[in-house]
C-alpha cells in the first residue's frame, strides 16, 4: 500500500512532536505529512535531565537519549481526529516500552496500532529502533522484527511503515531484517533512527554532555549524511531486486535541499527531517522544499520521481 505526500518531506519522529500544539504546528507547515512522537502504551517522562545536546561542537548535529518521553497513545487517539482537519495524512510513530502493567512489548504494539486506526490514523510507523531504552532494539532482532509486523499487520488495515536502525557494521543482520520485510505488506522503511552508542564531551565543563547511559545517546544531523544515504541506498537496491513494491524513505543528516537530492538519488521516495526540525522549527520544511525545487529546475527535472534511485555508478 503506498502513502503519497505532497511535498515528499515530513518531520522525522521525535523533535518537536509530542504535545498537540506542536504537532498543529507540523499541520499548519510546509510538510507533507504530521509524524507523530513515538508514543507508547503508558505516557513516560523518559530519562533524566541533561538528555539533548542540540547543538553539537561544529555543527555536527545532535545528540540525545530522551528515552521516549510522550503522552500516551491514549492522548495521541484524542489529537489524531483534529489533526485530520488540516488535510494531511496523520502518520503515527509507535514503540514498545517498559510499563507497569508489564504488557510484552508484541502486545503493546498490537493494542496502540489498534486503537491509533479507530482513531482515525492514515498511517502508523513502527519505531522498532529506539536506541535510548533498556533493551536492545527489536531492529536488532529478525525474530522480534517478524513477531511485530505479524501481529500488527494481521490487525491493522492502514499503511505501516517501519522505522529501523543503521545496519553498518552489521551486514549480515541487514540481509535477514532485509528479507524479513519482504514477507509483509509494508509500505515504506524508515531508516535511519538516531546512530547508537555515540559521546561528546563538552569542553568547558570536561563532563560528558548528556546525562542518561553513562553519556552515550543517538546521533542525529550532518555526521549521519553518509551513514543514512548508504542505508537508503541498499534498502532500495534490495527491494528492486526483489521486485518489493516497498518504498524507502530516507531519514538522517538532511540540513539542506542538497542533502535531501542525495537521498533521493540514493532511492528515497520521501524524505523526513529531525536535527533540522529540532534547530529551525516548522519553517526548515518550507526552506527545503523550495530548495529541492529549485536543484530540480537547475538540473532539468520536473518531479522528485524522476531522481529517486538515479544516482550514477562511476
Ligand atoms: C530529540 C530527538 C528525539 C527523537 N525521538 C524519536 C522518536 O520518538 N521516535 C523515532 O522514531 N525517532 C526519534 N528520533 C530520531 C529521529 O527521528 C531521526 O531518525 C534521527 O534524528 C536522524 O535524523 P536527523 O539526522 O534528521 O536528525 C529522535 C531524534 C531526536 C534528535
Redesign the pocket.
Known amino acids: 500500500m503506498e502513502i503519497k505526500l505532497h511535498p515528499p518531506i515530513t518531520?522525522?519522529?521525535?523533535?518537536h512532536?509530542v504535545t498537540y500544539e506542536e504537532l498543529e504546528r507540523i499541520a499548519q507547515s510546509a510538510a507533507g505529512a504530521i509524524?507523530t512522537?513515538?508514543m507508547t502504551h503508558c505516557p513516560r517522562q523518559g530519562n533524566p535531565e541533561p538528555r539533548?545536546r542540540?547543538h553539537l561542537d561544529g555543527e555536527l548535529?545532535?545528540?540525545?537519549s530522551?528515552g521516549?518521553p510522550?503522552l500516551g497513545y491514549l492522548e495521541y487517539a484524542k489529537f489524531i481526529p483534529k489533526l485530520k482537519e488540516f488535510g494531511k495524512p496523520v502518520i503515527a510513530?509507535i514503540?514498545s516500552a517498559p510499563c507497569a502493567h508489564k504488557l510484552p512489548p508484541i502486545e503493546q504494539y498490537y493494542e496502540i496500532a489498534t486503537a491509533i486506526e479507530r482513531a482515525g490514523a492514515d498511517a502508523i510507523?513502527l519505531?522498532l529502533?529506539?536506541p535510548?531504552l533498556e533493551d536492545i532494539p527489536i531492529a536488532m532482532d529478525p525474530q522480534s522484527v517478524r513477531a511485530v509486523l505479524t501481529a500488527v499487520t494481521n490487525a491493522v488495515k492502514i499503511p505501516i511503515g517501519v522505522?529501523l536502525a543503521p545496519y553498518n557494521n552489521v551486514p549480515k543482520l541487514f540481509d535477514q531484517i532485509a528479507r524479513t520485510l519482504l514477507d509483509f505488506d509494508i509500505a515504506y522503511v524508515?531508516t535511519?533512527?538516531?546512530?547508537p552508542l555515540t559521546l561528546d564531551i563538552d569542553l568547558k565543563t570536561r563532563t560528558k554532555v548528556i546525562r542518561p547511559n553513562d553519556g552515550f545517546g543517538?546521533?542525529?544531523?550532518?555526521?549521519?549524511?553518509p551513514i543514512?544515504l548508504a542505508e537508503v541506498h541498499r534498502f532500495y537496491k534490495f527491494f528492486q531486486k526483489q521486485k518489493a513494491r516497498i518504498a524507502v524513505w530516507g531519514?538522517?543528516?538532511?540540513?539542506r535541499a542538497e542533502d535531501a537530492i542525495k537521498h533521493f538519488l540514493a532511492g528515497a521516495s520521501v524524505v523526513?527531517?529531525?536535527?533540522?526540525?529540532?534547530w529551525d522549527g516548522p519553517q526548515a520544511f518550507e526552506k527545503l522544499w523550495v530548495g529541492i525545487q529549485r536543484w530540480l529546475q537547475e538540473n532539468g527535472f520536473s518531479s522528485v520521481e524522476e531522481i529517486v534511485g538515479q544516482v550514477r555508478e562511476i
Open positions: 518531520n522525522a519522529s521525535g523533535p512532536s509524524v512522537k513515538s539533548l542540540a548535529g545532535s545528540l540525545n530522551m521516549l510522550n510513530s514503540a510507523e519505531n529502533s529506539c535510548n522505522k524508515a535511519i533512527n538516531s546512530e543517538g546521533l542525529g544531523g550532518p555526521a549521519v549524511l543514512a531519514v538522517g543528516g538532511i540540513i523526513q527531517i529531525g536535527t533540522l526540525f529540532l
